[in-house]
């Protein structure tokens, strides 16, 4: 570790603290319906977009209805980017003429990028036309962002509510997500990127003549826009295979931590939007904090386990730390800082191969997303998931003092314990469930690429990454058969929508809660022994579910590393 690589760890905290204020405030504005800097501008286009499909901008939904309409718009959005991929052949902005996507590859892509997980079991450079980058993925990447921002915000309501049976309107929610916060910001961005070197252009691949004389393919296209929303809606899903580590998709220094500053910076400034939406910015700060705490253990131990030469590492004498699969141009510090983000965020992007970490340095981003990925987390998603914790450790703390769960005025009951531990407890089933399938089945085992616990982890995470709509990958698992494609969309879905609907119902709970004043025996849920409490509850559930494949994964690997044991492909 340097002194260097620290200074950069540091720069980005402090660009992403000093964005939640100003971001929070502007969010909140925009989903209070308030005037904001460019209403002048999108109001008006606002009002059209609900006139023209018949919606009424001041009527509410229900618990129910917004999470029926939540799921009608999601289902419609996945029968056409299936549509899409299988007809992309016969489509048009498609100069390198891809071929339709298969059923099995369809039907997984269609759920990844719906369900804001964009994992991705082929080359995007190699296997989608312009048209499908575009009008499918690059669409998705927006309202799959602005639904996950939309249920966040119906949650807010609920706890900042008192007697009301109503949480705002999913469509407008929506809408105001995608037009004042997801588009301006990824316009912005995505002139920063093309200035950077990254490709925009629908142009098809350049051709050019080695030094050897032979003939070289060279894929460019809408590459900086889809990059945008990719890291500003915790995406993931990159234009190229090698997605963040590719020079046209990451080409330099600079445009490696403006996109580790997208992927956390909607997802920590909506911490302060709900302060601001229920009265009391340090409750958002206090869940900021504990995902602060979180977040800079994983990057600490991250770094160190890829800074430091360890077993066959320090054999061979490689004191310089671990460069296997990562970019010299971003070296150790950048690599393993982008790889706790983009798991700590539901995000995926990636520009060094987790597959190639040593065993605690994957396990870092593996434990991340088993923790149900609350560490900021995907816009939206983060938040919601961090306050299903909170519900359930104001649940603990209740039941140590003898004395009824109270967060923020709204008694915790047994309602909202039990939509708590749904939500929690669906990805476990999905992440060891399935791993424990694909390790028994033949169809399973013919996808890793190594043996022993290595191959083991290779698996874990997949599913770890699909449950917990994350989207990345270590790398050395062919995902793209059959089996594979099945068992992670429904991963993806279940690790989704049985958390969507479950923390709706919550916000219809507690929102239907008058709020009680607080007294002198109200747990204050704002200082550090908050933040330990709730940083505690995270770690216990993770550690009690996940301790057991964690330590058939990579501790095991780490120890028999230790003595000089690896496990190539194979053998």
């Not at 029926?68 to 902005?93: D, E, H, K, T």
């Not at 809606?233 to 963040?244: I, M, P, R, S």
Request: net charge neutral.
């Amino acid at each position: 570790m340097t002194l260097n690589g620290w200074m950069q760890i540091a720069l980005y905290g402090a660009l992403v603290l000093a964005l939640v204020k100003p971001l929070g405030l502007y969010m909140t504005r925009v989903f209070n319906g308030e005037r904001t800097l460019l209403s002048p501008l999108l109001a008006p286009v606002e009002r059209g977009l609900y006139r023209a499909s018949g919606i009424d901008s001041a009527q509410e939904q229900t618990w129910l209805g917004y999470a029926g309409a939540m799921i009608v718009f999601n289902l419609l959005g996945f029968v056409l980017l299936y549509a899409l991929l299988r007809l992309q052949a016969v489509l048009p902005l498609n100069p390198a003429d891809q071929a339709a996507v298969a059923p099995d590859l369809a039907f997984n892509t269609a759920t990844s990028f719906v369900t804001n997980t964009n994992w991705q079991s082929y080359g995007g450079e190699t296997t989608l036309s312009y048209l499908s980058q575009m009008l499918g993925l690059t669409h998705q990447n927006f309202v799959s962002a602005a639904s996950g921002i939309a249920v966040a915000v119906a949650l807010i309501r609920g706890f900042s509510r008192a007697s009301s049976r109503t949480l705002g309107s999913f469509w407008v929610d929506l809408t105001r997500a995608t037009l004042y916060v997801l588009l301006p910001a990824c316009m912005v961005l995505t002139l920063v990127l093309v200035s950077q070197g990254m490709p925009q252009t629908l142009r098809p691949s350049v051709e050019a003549i080695t030094l050897e004389g032979a003939r070289q393919t060279i894929a460019v296209g809408p590459v900086a826009s889809q990059v945008a929303i990719k890291m500003l809606g915790t995406n993931g899903g990159g234009f190229f295979n090698a997605n963040a580590a590719h020079p046209f998709e990451n080409p330099t220094a600079l445009s490696n931590l403006l996109q580790m500053v997208a992927i956390f910076a909607i997802g920590a400034a909506l911490t302060n939007v709900f302060g601001r939406m229920v009265g009391d910015e340090r409750q958002g700060w206090a869940i900021l904090a504990a995902m602060g705490v979180l977040f800079v253990a994983g990057v600490a131990v991250t770094y160190w386990a890829e800074a430091n030469a360890h077993g066959v590492l320090a054999q061979l004498g490689l004191t310089g730390g671990n460069m296997e699969g990562k970019e010299v141009r971003f070296g150790i510090a950048a690599s393993a800082l982008f790889a706790v983000i983009t798991t700590a965020a539901s995000c995926g992007a990636v520009n060094a191969m987790h597959d190639s970490f040593t065993a605690l340095g994957g396990l870092v981003p593996l434990l991340n997303m088993q923790l149900g990925e609350v560490i900021v987390g995907g816009v939206g998603a983060g938040l919601y998931g961090m306050l299903v914790f909170v519900v359930v450790a104001i649940f603990v703390a209740g039941l140590m003092v003898g004395r009824t769960p109270e967060y923020l005025g709204k008694k915790i009951e047994a309602r909202e314990v039990k939509m708590a531990m749904l939500g929690i407890l669906c990805l476990p089933l999905m992440m060891l469930g399935f791993t424990a399938l694909a390790t028994v089945l033949p169809a399973g085992l013919a996808g890793p690429a190594n043996a022993g616990p290595h191959g083991f982890s290779e698996i874990l995470y997949a599913y770890s990454s699909a449950a917990a709509n994350n989207g990345s990958a270590f790398g050395g698992l062919t995902a793209n058969t059959p089996f594979y494609n099945a068992t992670l969309a429904v991963a993806m879905l279940v690790g989704r929508f049985f958390v969507k609907i479950p923390v709706l119902a919550i916000a219809g709970s507690l929102a239907r809660k008058p709020t009680l004043p607080a007294s002198a025996g109200t747990f204050p849920t704002h200082g550090g022994l908050f933040v330990g409490l709730l940083v505690g509850v995270v770690l216990i559930i993770g550690g009690l579910t996940f301790f057991p494949s964690l330590a058939l994964g990579p501790l095991v690997e780490h120890f028999a590393g230790a003595a000089g044991q690896t496990f190539a492909a194979g053998g």
